[in-house]
């Protein structure tokens, strides 16, 4: 007699795990499509995140071209820079003079005489001020306000010890310890260069009256007692300009010459040339900026909304009416027309067109021509702010990059967007998921109930088959 049979894992026979994965996996389809979609809506946000860059950096450019510092750069240069170096501030007016340098700045430094063990006991006073004349030797008049340090010793003290106590009083002079044979001295240098800068060092000892300047105790550490031989007073850098004499506390003359600045580098043995140029360089590096950074967004978007009919592949923002619509923005300000200038009214006029496919290219011997010989007129097509057609050209691109760019722009919207479909797929993936699962269990519950069935009707079939078998023997 036939039987009822099936090969698989279960007790009737039938492969249950099999069948419910199979049957699982069909039902999980949407969940492979949703990762998918979530997969592209990422690259999205990437590929937007890159396209705002890349404005962000044409934005920057356009700046250049609408800031009045952009079109007013000067170079300033020095006949010789190993004497005398220099440089001017955006704006400065052409102009050329000569500089002697007759002194160097210098800061005061003393030295005491040799000292071995401690020093005495009391109080140094270090006050900071200008000198009449030789440090030490003439009248001395404190900075206002005043700025003195007291240092209070015990009298254990060494040498060493006390120049540690001077650094970390911040009295405007820093010590330091020279060791030979006879002792140590104590070095004290002014941290301000010129006259200003000198320092003067008195003591009040322990023992008071005379003691504090004979030589003895403290008194052999202040400015009347140093080694007169080692001491340096502080001085004003001494120069000319067009032989008028002018002096600077530091080697740096930065308010000498309008708009220039210029340092004393050694004194001179004959006049140094200082020359102030119109710098047009930098006007042509920031337009070449300005195309580079238009090229860059034009390519990326090129690429992202492109379609190839040959391999049938299609950029990753292809035919989103958005994202053509910011590149038709953004070519649609290039290619504005502008009354700003009464020479220059488009781009094209001064040698920067824009060739299919919409890359900007610079025609530099007519830009050059443009900058050489009607800069005023290349600057208002550029950065005239006189409003609506009278806007110059970058200011237009300055503003339509400004409102891209903005909290509630393109591509604050375009993100959020994206962003919300990332969200909504996320929640979708996991209401299948939670689906599927319940699917799972009902499948898992009817197949269990359909193998134990199935199990008992073999058995079944098994007893009634031995039964036939029995009857057959017994008649035969």
């Not at 800031?67 to 010789?80: C, E, I």
């Not at 063990?117 to 306000?145: E, H, Q, R, Y």
């Not at 400004?402 to 919207?413: E, I, M, P, R, V």
């Amino acid at each position: 007699m036939a039987t009822i049979s099936s090969v698989g894992v279960g007790t009737s026979g039938l492969d249950v795990k099999s069948i419910i994965s199979q049957l699982v996996t069909l039902e999980r389809r949407p969940i492979d499509q949703l990762k998918k979609d979530a997969t592209v809506i990422d690259t999205k946000i990437s590929a937007i995140g890159e396209i705002k860059s890349l404005v962000s950096t044409l934005a920057d450019a356009a700046s250049k071209l609408t800031s009045l510092t952009g079109w007013n750069a000067v170079t300033a240069t020095s006949s010789d820079s190993t004497y005398v170096s220099t440089t001017a501030i955006g704006g400065t007016l052409p102009t050329n003079f000569a500089v002697d340098v007759v002194s160097l700045a210098k800061t005061q430094s003393t030295a005491s005489t040799s000292i071995s063990g401690a020093v005495g006991a009391g109080t140094l006073t270090i006050d900071m001020g200008k000198w009449a004349g030789t440090a030490g030797s003439s009248a001395f008049t404190a900075n206002t306000p005043a700025s003195s340090v007291s240092i209070t010793l015990t009298g254990t003290e060494t040498v060493a010890e006390i120049a540690s106590a001077i650094n970390g009083a911040n009295s405007g002079v820093t010590a330091s310890v020279l060791t030979d044979a006879t002792g140590q001295r104590l070095m004290l240098r002014s941290k301000t260069t010129g006259a200003i800068g000198g320092f003067n060092v008195t003591a009040t000892e322990a023992g008071g009256g005379a003691a504090n300047t004979d030589m003895t105790g403290l008194s052999r550490l202040t400015t009347l007692n140093v080694d007169s031989t080692a001491t340096q007073t502080s001085a004003d850098a001494q120069a000319k300009v067009n032989g008028i004499a002018v002096s600077s506390s530091s080697n740096t003359f930065a308010n000498t010459v309008a708009g220039v600045t210029f340092k004393a580098e050694k004194v001179t043995t004959a006049p140094i040339e200082i020359t102030v140029t119109k710098d047009n360089t930098a006007v042509k590096a920031n337009v070449d900026a300005f195309v580079k950074a238009y090229n860059a967004i034009n390519a990326s978007l090129n690429d992202a909304t492109k379609y190839d009919p040959a391999t049938k592949q299609s950029g990753l923002f292809q035919g989103d009416s958005t994202t053509i619509g910011l590149q038709n923005m953004l070519r649609t300000a290039l290619q504005s027309v502008t009354t700003a200038s009464t020479v220059f009214q488009r781009l094209s006029d001064v040698g920067i067109t824009q060739a299919r496919g919409g890359d900007l290219s610079v025609d530099n011997t007519k830009f050059t021509a443009a900058m050489n010989n009607n800069m005023t007129e290349l600057q208002n097509m550029f950065r005239s702010t006189g409003g609506g057609s009278a806007d110059g050209i970058a200011v237009k691109l300055k503003a339509l990059t400004t409102n891209l760019l903005s909290t509630d722009g393109f591509f604050k919207s375009k993100d959020s967007a994206y962003k919300l479909s990332s969200t909504r797929n996320t929640k979708e993936q996991a209401n299948v998921e939670t689906k599927v699962k319940a699917f799972e269990a009902r499948l898992t519950t009817r197949y269990n109930a359909l193998d134990r069935q199935m199990s008992t009707l073999n058995g079944l079939n098994a007893y009634i088959s031995q039964q036939v078998t029995n009857w057959n023997k017994s008649k035969g």
